[in-house]
Nanobody
Framework: QVQLVESGGGLVPAGGSLRLSCTAS????????MGWYRQAPGTERELVAT???????NYADSGKGRFTISRDNAENTVYLQMNSLNPEDTRVYYC?????????????WGQGTQVTVSS
């Protein structure tokens, strides 16, 4: 089992910034990509950004140019720096960790952290 603990959400005015953090612990041998997803009530969970253990990043169009994902492999921690936030970014943000054991892929999720952007 892998546990993911998120922090950094909150209320911010439009144009502001937040930095989310997520630390993985437990059976993290085989930890590969980590990332952030977000979800609004009644909608599908959507990709925000991912980063591999080698530092290769992938961003959804919604965050390109505003969000930056980074990772500290020594601390098993992934960060999401969010700038120029707008009310459309109001969502619950979830950390994701991909673990590979032989040919099997396991996905773990954090409990979610609320981000609210006021207009």
């Amino acid at each position: 089992q892998v546990q993911l603990v998120e922090s950094g959400g909150g209320l911010v005015p439009a144009g502001g910034s937040l930095r989310l953090s997520c630390t993985a612990s437990g059976s993290i041998f085989g930890l590969k990509a980590m990332g952030w997803y977000r979800q609004a009530p009644g909608t599908e969970r959507e990709l925000v950004a991912t980063i591999t253990s080698d530092g290769i990043t992938n961003y959804a169009d919604s965050g390109k140019g505003r969000f930056t994902i980074s990772r500290d492999n020594a601390e098993n921690t992934v960060y999401l720096q969010m700038n120029s936030l707008n009310p459309e970014d109001t969502r619950v943000y979830y950390c994701n960790a991909e673990v590979r054991i032989r040919s099997m892929r396991l996905d773990y999720w954090g409990q979610g952290t609320q981000v609210t952007v006021s207009s």
